[in-house]
Structures are given as C-alpha cells and as structure tokens.
DNA sequence: CAAATATTGTTATATTTTTATCGATAAAAA
DNA sequence: TTTTTATCGATAAAAATATAACAATATTTG
C-alpha cells in the first residue's frame, strides 16, 4: 500500500517510532498542529532533521508558522510504518516472556498477529495463553505452511534457539525476533533482529558511569 | 574502573553487544584466536569497522596472520561493556512482562541485579518473583534511597508509566528502562531507553515487505 | 494594511561513520 | 632460509548523516 521508494535511511527509520508515540501524545491532549520544532525539543533532536524525516512520510506539506497537522501526520507515520496492515507471526517458547507477549494485546495497534505459539514442555501444550493456542514444536512447519507466516518470534533458552530458528526457516520463515541472547546463523536473506534484553540493559547502566548521555 | 574515555559512537557502543555473542560462540566451540575478517562474515559487518571496534576496548594488539586471542577479547569487551561490575536496579509493574523480566537470571552474567519490585495490585504485594519481593509502589523511595539505586524498569501500562517514571526520578533513580510505548517527559539529565517492543517487531515486520535489510 | 515573526522546505556545509588502501609483520609454505 | 599469505593497524577516501543557512510564506501584531 504505502510506497517506500524513497531513501529512507536506517537512523530515520529509527526515529519515526518515537516521532509517533511524541505525536500520540499531544493528540490525546487535544493539540491540533505541530512544528518541527516542537518534535525536536521534545525528543532531543534537530529541527531540520525532523522535518527531514517528516518529508520522507508526510503525505501533506507543512504550513509555514503552523506546522504539521498533528493527526494527518500521525495517519502517515501508521501507515507508513504499516501499522494498518496486519500481518501474521507466530512464537517459539511458551515460557515466562512468551506468555508475557502472548499476553500483550496491544501487538494489534501495530498491525501485528500472533496467531499460535509452539513448545515442548507438555505442561503448555494444549492450552491457551491469552486466546493463543498452544501446540507441539512439531507442528511448526505445519501451521507456519498453512497460514503463510514470515514472521517468527524465539522465546526459547539459549541453547534451543539456533534450532527453533533452523526450523523456522526450514518451515518458510523469513524474519526473525530472538530474545535468546545468543548470535543465530542463518541464510543471509533471513532478517535477524536480536533482542538481547540484558545486555540493552547494561547499556543503558553502562551511562550511569559514562554519564554520556546516548540514546 | 574501565576507561572510555576515547571517542566510543553510538554505533559502535551497539555493536559490541553482538561482538561478544558471537565470540562466545567461538569461545565454546575452542577456536583461541579469531579474526576480524571472521568476526565480520559472521555478523555481516566490514572487517575494517571490526578491527577499528576492537581498537577501542582491546588492551592487546592482535597479531598479524592470526587475529585475537578469543578469551582475551571477551574478557576485554565484557570489562568495557561493565558485565563484571554489579549495578542494582528496581523495577515496577510486576504484571506479565515484569514477572517475565524478573524471572530472568541470565541478567546476572551482565552484572545487573534486579533487587525488589514494585506495584499497586494488592495480589502480588507481600509475594515473592524469583527471589525478589513485590512491595507496594509506595515504598519505592525508601527502597531506592536505602540502597542508592540509580536504574530503574518501568513494565507498567502506558497510562501509568509517566507517573512512576516522575516516581523513580523523586527517588533519585538516573537512568529509566521503559517498556510502556510512549514518550516519557523527564529532565534532561535522566537517561531513558524507550523499550517499545511492538514498535520493533513492527520495524522488523516492515523489512519482509521492503526486502531491504537493515540491522 | 504593513511589519514582524514563526515556520516550512531546500540547498549548502560540516560532521560522523564506514569502507578502501597500503606498508608492516607474524606465521606458514616452499 | 626465502617466499608467500593472512592479518593487523594506520591513514586516506567515500558515503552517510546531521546541522546550518536561507528564501518563501502563512499567521499574528501593531
């Protein structure tokens, strides 16, 4: 739907998230218009840079001394960022922060679906966690095939996790999310994205030392 | 303990993370040296950008023909990245992703130590997480104060969030891990890392669509 | 209605970050 | 022992990113 032929830099890319979540809440106060400036300020950034980013998705111009409107502008970002389309994902590890995602409804806001959840302890096989079926590992490739997914979310250990990604992929994954802090070798057309909680959290300790402040 | 006062960016400061995973990796297979070229292939960066990573946080120089010995590399980035320094932290929301977060002790191995939690729902007060006791969110200053503690994990929802974030600072928290999705106003001097897991699985989500792959 | 002002969008400049090049060197091979 | 090779570290070049400068233009103020 929405096209992104335009270059659209990594660090961009980066930063319209937090531009949405600025904007949500201004919104909810009711303020109509925006400038760049005020994005700025509040998320410590550069007014020309913003406004930089906000041209690459706005689907209307700026008003001089007004700025953005901020709910049209709010409208491009969603869609840009594909949070109206939804797509279908499924999880691998039904342990603590498995079912706290499975737990966590507001994935739909994002346009996103987590359809069913797989493990191998057979305490969790065959229940529901927050409406989400529960099933068998075995069954990945199975329902991974019959609903077309791409995306796939690990919660396993650390040392499961290279091979619940092998079976994805095997299974026709082609994005996946890891929590396991572990590195995952994979085809290179596979989009790894790693979440290593732990260590995201010592960086940001880490400047509580530096007292450099980067975000 | 550990200098950084050369010129460490952002970017680099991220990718150390990874680094190290890889190295682990390395590291439990026996392989005792390893070279940039490897290290690069592995992770599908520039050689040249690894080497002048390690730069920063090595404290001996690699060999020509035939790189850096694995176990000093890890012992090196592992010291910079302060994975052998212990920090406190408290965290408030002790709902499914809190309960998740503190029933993870992998953050031990990067020298985090969650100390106590925090919430209002009289149903977990009193109780304990993996060891860790729930107080009422009332105790936070005590808590914080007593303890000197400087980090803080925020798992609670969105409209809560910039309350207990005003909370946290009150107490003398300086640096916030937030997982509510939305933009926290605080001073300046407050490091804040915006955890906004949705909004990343999304980003990862939009890359199946575009097939371009950024990290 | 004219002047002042805030803001946009764009073009130019500066800075940062990444990648390429190259001489030096330790290890391996001839 | 000499040659070849893989690798480092440093410097140079290129690319990407961020910031500054500025003309154009709505809105507000006098």
Redesign the pocket.
Known sequence: MQEQNVEM????LNRLPSYLRYLYQLDKKNVPTV???TIANGLG?????V??D??LVASV????????ATKDLIADLEGYLGYNNTRDAVLVGAGGLGRAILGYDGFRNYGLNIVAAFDVNEESIGKEVNGKPVYHLDNLDSVVNRFKIRLGIICVPSVAAQSVADKMVKAGIRAIWCFAPVHLNLPPDIAVKGEDLAASLALLSMQLTTSSLNE
């Open positions: 830099s990594k660090a961009t400038s760049s400036t950034l550069n007014p020309v840079q406004r930089k906000i041209a111009a700026g008003k001089p001394k007004t700025g953005y």
